[in-house]
């Protein structure tokens, strides 16, 4: 009877069922990595674009509606939008790329109407573009990348990188529907694979696990703001359609119909958090749009997937109260992520690149949550930067060097051999990983006492992993999930216990005022041992 190989076994020897060549990868197909991989192509490279999921249906955008930060060149309209969250974030923004941000969106949204996206025209015929709906604007996307002929590899997640001596050489992973492993060869690469939202079950987040951050930090990568990663948004209690914007019109109350002083969407999350933790039901009902019939309408049209929860439950949310709750949606609607180190949106590492939730959005958000409409703009922008400049740079190589000698790194959950019996199981990693971020009590409301045993925790299931997590029946992909949920949790935490003071979105109870001494930015680098050093920002102009 012939024995059937494992994938772990396959990977770690190299032994690909596929194995593909292109100029440029570009792993995740989300907003970003399509923009990346579209623009590589008009840059002159072949590319081959990954997904975990089936690109165009998979991620945060495409199943949701999102607010883009469209604004016209207009220098009053520019500055007001510049000025709105500067304070929110914490004043880790940057000026110079908030203006390059709002220029390239602004050239990119206008390019999505000539691409032939519907936006909503107004009774003078102006077209609104300030919203895109996700699954049109995917559709879209994949047809373009379609009609660039962009490979694409459906339901195929990258589950390590390859290297030659001249650092990042391509990725390995597998075909989940078909159980093969694949290589790919590139002369660069673009990590577009999204945030981490911990498995929290958020609509289009269960494939965000911090893959990408992940692959990074194994290449040598390191990470921005990673303190400001404990995003929770608020949802109907029977739901996982986690939009908040809507919020802004709603009143919180308690079981018996009494308001709850000082909940609400944008400063108030922390209050519901609160009443959660003490037990309490939180309802919501929007209920300052009651009598207004057209702002009604207009909500149905910009967000159908929001009502549909509410129509199937027979729920009038404007007229009833619904119960509430709050779901971490971790580095998705946080702010951190890889650092880029330019305006090509390079990492540390050459040749690799980041874009969109895998990347830091500090430079435009500061420490203040990237939803509401950053998040989409400078997934396009970074997605339009990164791949430009991938593709500059992998016609810089050598032609001669284009058959290169793939080498992997030894990284975790990927053995060679069995590891015994008393292994690790992914399941079992998750669990304790989110035992750690879920609980408001520690990510949310933070303290040096709370965190330190956290910490403590997860390092010490990290050297657990280290030794004895391996794949089990076919589940090489929760295990290498599991590993960067893990990663990711252990660089929250860290840096969340160097910024002593509270800003952006970084609550520290024992710290609870801003610090002006600490206007930095906190650089986080490392597997085993991870490291955090304060860095200035860049010229702010
Ligand atoms: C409910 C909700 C509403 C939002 N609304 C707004 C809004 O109104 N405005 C706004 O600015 N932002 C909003 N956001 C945030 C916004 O959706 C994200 O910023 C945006 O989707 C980021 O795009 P992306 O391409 O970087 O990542 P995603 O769209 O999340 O795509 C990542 C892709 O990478 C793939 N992937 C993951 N791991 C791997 C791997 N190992 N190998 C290969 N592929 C992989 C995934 O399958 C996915 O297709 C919202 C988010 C949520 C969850």
């Not at 772990?8 to 923009?35: E, F, H, R, T």
């Not at 080498?407 to 060679?416: Q, S």
């Not at 965190?451 to 050297?463: A, C, G, H, K």
């Not at 002006?516 to 597997?527: D, F």
Request: hydrophobic share 35%; aromatic share 10%; with cysteine.
């Amino acid at each position: 009877m012939a024995i059937e190989l494992t994938q772990s076994y396959k990977l770690a020897n190299q032994l690909y069922d596929v194995s593909l060549k292109a100029d440029v990868l570009v792993i995740g197909g989300g907003p970003s990595g399509a923009w990346a991989a579209i623009t590589a192509t008009q840059n002159g490279a072949s590319v081959i674009l990954v997904d975990k999921g089936y690109c165009g249906t998979s991620g945060a955008t495409a199943p949701s509606g999102s607010g883009v930060w469209y604004i016209q060149p207009d220098k009053e309209k520019r500055e007001e939008a510049m000025n709105s969250r500067e304070a929110l974030g914490g004043y880790l923004s940057e000026r110079k790329w908030m203006k390059r941000v709002l220029d390239r969106t602004y050239e990119n949204m206008n390019q999505l109407e000539k691409w032939g996206y519907p936006f909503p025209v107004d009774e003078n015929g102006v077209a609104h573009k300030r919203s895109l709906q996700g699954p049109e604007y995917m559709r879209l996307m994949r047809r373009k990348l379609n009609k660039a002929k962009i490979t694409i590899l459906d339901h195929s997640p990258a589950l390590e990188l390859l290297y030659d001596s001249h650092g990042v050489a391509g990725a390995a992973g597998i075909n989940e529907q078909t159980s093969q492993t694949w290589s790919v060869q590139a002369s660069s690469i673009v990590i577009a694979s999204g945030g981490c939202a911990f498995l929290s079950k958020a609509l289009g987040c269960n494939v965000l696990t911090g893959d990408g951050y992940l692959l990074a930090s194994e290449a040598g990568a390191d990470f921005s703001g990673m303190e400001f990663s404990n995003a929770y948004a608020i949802t109907p209690k029977f739901s996982s359609i986690t939009k908040t914007a809507f919020y802004n019109w709603a009143s919180f109350t308690y079981e018996d119909g009494s308001i709850i002083e000082g909940a609400g969407s944008q400063r108030g999350r922390s209050v519901i958090a609160k009443k959660l933790q003490e037990g309490q039901k939180v309802f919501a009902q929007l209920v300052k749009v009651k009598d207004d019939l057209d702002l009604q309408k207009w909500m149905r049209i910009a967000q159908p997937n929001f009502f549909v929860q509410f129509d199937r439950m027979g729920i009038n949310p404007f007229e009833d109260r619904f119960e509430v709750t709050l779901r971490l949606e971790g580095t998705v609607r946080g702010t951190g992520g890889i650092r880029i180190v330019d305006e090509t949106c390079a990492t540390s590492v050459p040749g690799l690149f980041a874009a969109g939730d895998a990347a830091t959005r500090e430079m435009i958000c500061g420490g203040f949550t990237g939803g509401g409409s950053y998040n989409a703009a400078w997934a396009i922008s970074s997605g339009y930067w990164s791949g430009e400049a991938a593709a500059k740079y992998a016609s810089s190589f050598n032609r001669d060097k284009r058959d290169r000698a793939l080498t992997r790194r030894h990284v975790i959950g990927i053995n060679e051999h069995s590891i015994g019996k008393d292994f690790l199981d992914a399941a079992e990693v998750t669990k304790r990983v989110q035992a750690e971020v879920t609980p408001f009590e520690k990510n949310l409301f933070r303290t040096e006492e709370i965190l330190t045993p956290s910490l403590l925790r997860l390092n010490s299931l990290w050297n657990e992993s280290k030794t004895s997590l391996q794949e089990n029946q076919g589940n090489l992909l929760r295990v290498r999930e599991s590993v960067a949920m893990l990663a990711t949790s252990r660089w929250m935490y860290t840096t969340a216990l160097e910024r002593r003071e509270t800003r952006g979105m970084h609550k520290r109870l024992d710290y609870p005022v801003l610090d002006e001494n600490q206007h930095y930015r906190l650089i986080t680098s490392g597997l085993d041992e991870i490291k955090v050093k304060p860095t200035t920002l860049y010229q702010n102009t």
